[in-house]
């Protein structure tokens, strides 16, 4: 490439013998792709289709595993297009439009996760003023800001990134996320400290309230024997997506920041685990823990068994 084409282009240097696996690549990661599309598309349907599943808990679901489809169309589209193409590049506003998508949506997971964790307090913890709290209106609020608040917050660093004047054209990885720091000519106090700020909101504080929340579940539910189950059902689904969500998270926002020279097959593995663990990991959860999700889902099923034969 000319040095105006690698003024606009970025490449990525993250694929580990992508030219001679390349269909190899390409067929599993559209077989994924295909499931979390179905799998989650199904779920959300499940649950807007049947009436007695419009209640907070499962409007919840529904929005974290719409997240998980918008995660997964910004995402692999582009990897299937570079698994074929013979150079991986991606232009720099597409570079940034996807690394705004990447933790738009990652900061909005962790709110959803967060509301979720209050929605069970209030439930099993104050179940007299359930309905009280959790009307339609509080319900509309929460889902307003666990899309706007992030959107807005992050916005902030792409356009300060836009600002920033970038020396290097190649990334490590296969995507755009944190790692697009590395090609600044000079790292940006400023955008260190507001992600630093941007951590705290999104990771942090989801985390602790979570923590919170779900030692109090615990309390009541060892106090009461009678809602010990009924917390148990509900609640360790959002335990178990929480704790695979985090544990990914982590190692993607620290990896840039501690700067540690991984092999390229390592870092290959772990963004493949990001991309594909917890948008898979979602409906599989929800489908299966959830008790009236998953009643649905077999009369879905046996509905087309019945219908093919």
Same mark, same amino acid.
């Given at each position: 490439m000319d040095y105006r084409l690698n003024m606009t282009y970025i490449t990525f240097g993250g694929h580990v013998e992508v030219h001679e696996y390349r269909y190899l690549y390409? %067929?599993? =990661?559209?077989?994924?792709? =295909?499931?979390?599309?179905?799998?989650? %598309?199904?779920?959300?349907?499940?649950?807007? +289709?049947?009436k007695n599943l419009h209640e907070p808990m499962y409007?919840?679901? /529904? $929005?974290?595993?719409?997240?998980? %489809?918008?995660?997964?169309? $910004?995402?692999?589209?582009k990897l299937l297009i570079d698994f074929l193409s013979v150079k991986q590049i991606i232009s720099y506003p597409a570079c940034?439009? @996807?690394?705004?998508?990447?933790?738009?949506?990652?900061?909005? #997971?962790? &709110?959803?996760?967060?509301? =979720? /964790?209050? #929605?069970r307090y209030v439930s099993i913890c104050n179940p007299l003023q359930y309905t009280t709290i959790m009307q339609k209106t509080t319900v509309n609020m929460f889902l307003f800001l666990a899309w706007i608040l992030p959107a807005c917050l992050f916005s902030v660093?792409?356009?300060? *990134? /836009? =600002?920033? !004047?970038?020396?290097k054209f190649h990334l490590k990885g296969i995507l755009c996320n944190s790692t697009v720091q590395t090609l600044?000519?000079?790292? *940006?106090?400023?955008?260190?400290?507001?992600?630093?700020?941007?951590?705290?909101?999104?990771? +942090?504080l989801p985390v602790l309230f979570i923590l919170f929340t779900y030692t109090r579940i615990l309390v009541v539910s060892y106090r009461c024997r009678g809602v010990r189950r009924r917390a148990a @059902?509900?609640?360790l689904p959002h335990l178990l997506v &929480?704790?695979?969500?985090?544990?990914?998270? $982590?190692? #993607? %926002?620290?990896?840039?920041?501690? !700067?540690? #020279?991984?092999p390229q097959i390592v870092r290959l593995v772990m963004t493949l685990q990001f991309v594909i663990y917890h948008p898979l990991f979602n409906p599989i959860i929800y489908g299966l823990k959830m008790r009236r999700i998953y009643d649905h889902l077999k009369k879905l099923i046996f509905r087309m068994l019945i219908f093919n034969r």
């Open positions: 390409f %067929v599993f =990661m559209f077989t994924v792709y =295909m499931l979390i599309i179905s799998s989650n %598309v199904t779920i959300v349907c499940i649950i807007i +289709i049947n409007i919840f679901i /529904a $929005a974290l595993l719409i997240n998980s %489809v918008l995660f997964s169309t $910004a995402i692999y589209p940034l439009f @996807q690394w705004f998508s990447y933790y738009w949506l990652g900061g909005s #997971d962790f &709110l959803l996760l967060s509301i =979720m /964790a209050y #929605d660093t792409i356009i300060l *990134s /836009a =600002m920033t !004047e970038i020396c600044y000519c000079v790292r *940006s106090r400023t955008l260190n400290i507001y992600g630093l700020f941007l951590l705290v909101i999104y990771v +942090i @059902q509900t609640c &929480l704790i695979n969500f985090f544990c990914l998270s $982590a190692y #993607d %926002v620290l990896l840039p920041r501690l !700067e540690l #020279d991984s």
